[in-house]
């Protein structure tokens, strides 16, 4: 088992969405290839964006309102989450970053010592539909870390525990270009007042602060809180609210290519915009969070 202080890879993003129709859309139009859609034993859905360096996208539906509440009083963390989310933020946003795990319930453990425990370690099994066809069941451990000063952005530790080896090759081959996730972006108008519950998600003590806020780095990406200044001089976004609390609001994708992504978003009819050296697609319907695309070679 690798030591609590080993940097965690980052697994992937949940991002609710209204419904998984136009969440498909609108992923296909930003030239993304999207997998079939997937059901959760506890009433939500997915259909994932799956990415060459192993992270994906979870865009998150409601398949059974009825089951998720009923999963949401038995003490599911996970559907009581995407449900407080949606009440007080809309069916269309980012809400939760996933590291990996290789022992879910040593991190639900550190997370209850450290004060920091999201609620009761989630474990689950469900049918995965794999590229060729076969379908095989898979199981997953997850554990949750939550700051109950942050309601609208919690984290997990997922751990797969019998999830078969599958070639994902022909989910990854993006007609965008996108390898990978580099970043994801959040915001806090003091960033560093949450400093201690990132470092111990991603398992590294070490943070890069500055007058836009802070970095702490994962195994393979970033994550950065910006303040209001920071999301302004970054992205051009102007924020006049006075809300506390982190919030997930971008992802920053590896991209081969940016003059073909251009070509391609425009040939789309998908609206995007320069930012110094980087491609921005504001959220839509079906994509919660600002998509940030740069060129790496």
């Given amino acids: 088992m690798p030591s609590p202080r080993t940097r965690r890879p980052l697994d992937h993003l949940?991002?609710?969405?209204?419904?998984?129709?136009?969440?498909r859309a609108r992923h296909a139009a930003l030239g993304f290839i999207v997998a079939a859609e997937a059901r959760h034993p506890f009433g939500t859905e997915n259909?994932?964006?799956?990415?060459?360096?192993?992270?994906?996208l979870e865009p998150l539906g409601i398949a059974s309102r009825e089951d998720c509440e009923e999963a949401a009083r038995g003490g599911n963390v996970f559907v009581a989450r995407d449900q407080a989310y949606r009440f007080r933020r809309?069916?269309?946003?980012?809400?939760?970053?996933?590291?990996?795990?290789?022992?879910?319930?040593?991190?639900?453990?550190?997370?209850?010592?450290?004060?920091?425990s999201g609620g009761e370690l989630l474990e689950f099994s469900?049918?995965?539909?794999?590229?060729?066809?076969?379908?095989?069941?898979?199981?997953?451990k997850l554990a949750f870390a939550a700051d109950l000063r942050s309601p609208d952005l919690f984290g997990?530790?997922?751990?797969?525990?019998?999830?078969?080896?599958?070639?994902?090759?022909?989910?990854?081959?993006?007609?965008?270009?996108?390898?990978?996730?580099?970043?994801?972006?959040l915001s806090e108008p003091n960033p560093t007042d949450f400093q201690y519950f990132i470092q111990e998600l991603a398992c590294n003590r070490e943070?890069?602060?500055?007058?836009?806020?802070?970095?702490?780095?994962?195994?393979?990406?970033?994550?950065?809180?910006?303040?209001?200044?920071?999301?302004?001089?970054?992205?051009?976004?102007?924020?006049g609210s006075a809300e506390r609390g982190l919030l997930g609001r971008a992802v920053v994708f590896r991209v081969t290519d940016l003059?073909?992504?251009?070509?391609?978003?425009?040939?789309?009819?998908?609206?995007?915009?320069?930012?110094?050296?980087?491609?921005?697609?504001?959220?839509?319907p079906g994509q919660g969070a600002y998509y940030c695309f740069e060129e790496t070679r």
């Fill in 14 to 23: 949940v991002l609710p969405v209204e419904d998984l129709e136009t969440a």
């Fill in 47 to 56: 259909a994932c964006v799956f990415l060459d360096d192993g992270t994906y």
């Fill in 90 to 116: 809309s069916d269309n946003g980012f809400s939760a970053f996933v590291v990996g795990s290789s022992d879910a319930v040593a991190d639900h453990d550190r997370f209850r010592t450290l004060g920091m």
């Fill in 126 to 140: 469900r049918a995965m539909t794999f590229p060729d066809g076969t379908t095989r069941d898979a199981s997953f």
């Fill in 156 to 185: 997990f530790a997922v751990e797969r525990v019998n999830v078969p080896a599958a070639d994902r090759s022909a989910l990854t081959a993006h007609a965008n270009g996108v390898t990978g996730i580099s970043e994801i972006i």
């Fill in 207 to 239: 943070v890069e602060a500055n007058s836009f806020g802070m970095s702490i780095e994962l195994d393979g990406a970033t994550i950065t809180v910006f303040n209001k200044a920071g999301m302004e001089a970054h992205f051009g976004v102007l924020d």
């Fill in 259 to 284: 003059v073909a992504l251009t070509e391609l978003l425009h040939d789309n009819g998908v609206a995007a915009r320069e930012f110094g050296s980087r491609l921005i697609v504001n959220p839509a």
